[in-house]
């Protein structure tokens, strides 16, 4: 007797600028039972204390960028790739496969009817777009990205503006994508609110 066959995941990519709100829209997908594939946490780990990026990344760029607890320094990577592009192509290089790895290994594990990627640089990174059925983005204004970051936390303004610099703009962030969720002065209810809107629309 055959089987049913079945059905791929949906697939959605999830980005927005720093101190968009995306983690909440995420989070929210999340308990209405799709599988979050949170790309930045996944990066994070493999530069953790015993993090499978570290040995790579102490060769390449020196003990100076390692923590004493064996993690990466991540504010002075940070620092380091502001001024030395090449620097962020060659820790991005390490790391990408890495994820990418990671992330497929989730994916063949999931019995969910839906795939959150949730991707700070995937417009900067096209090549996930091909992978994608549709594209959400979580917006706001700059003022306010900068106002969340301080309060989350602690940067000063120089440093949260040194990272919008970093990601692509506003405008062409919102031109990739098949809804945008703008969330400048929405309370947490009316953003989960819209999230559950968007997601009955879009098959989630």
Do not use: Y
Request: aromatic fraction near 4%; charge should be neutral.
């Amino acid at each position: 007797m055959t089987g049913i066959r079945k059905l791929p995941p949906l697939k959605l990519g999830l980005t927005g600028g720093i101190g968009s709100g995306k983690s909440t829209v995420a989070a929210t997908l999340q308990s209405l039972g799709a599988c979050v594939v949170d790309a930045d946490a996944i990066s994070r780990a493999t530069t953790q204390a015993g993090g499978v990026a570290m040995p790579q990344i102490a060769q390449r760029f020196g003990q100076v960028f390692v923590s004493p607890d064996g993690s990466l320094d991540r504010t002075k990577m940070r620092e380091h790739i502001f001024s030395d592009p090449a620097a962020r192509v060659q820790l991005e290089a390490i790391i990408h496969p890495l994820v990418a790895q990671a992330v497929h290994t989730k994916i063949a594990a999931t019995t969910a009817r839906s795939l959150v990627f949730d991707i700070p640089l995937l417009v900067e990174s096209p090549h996930w777009r091909r992978q994608l059925d549709f594209v959400w983005v979580v917006d706001c204004s700059e003022s306010t990205q900068i106002a969340r970051v301080e309060s989350r936390n602690g940067w000063s303004e120089a440093s949260t503006r040194a990272v919008i610099d970093s990601q692509c703009p506003r405008s062409i962030r919102a031109a990739a994508a098949d809804a945008v969720l703008f969330n400048e002065q929405l309370s947490l209810v009316e953003l989960e609110a819209l999230v559950k809107q968007l997601a009955d629309k879009f098959g989630l």
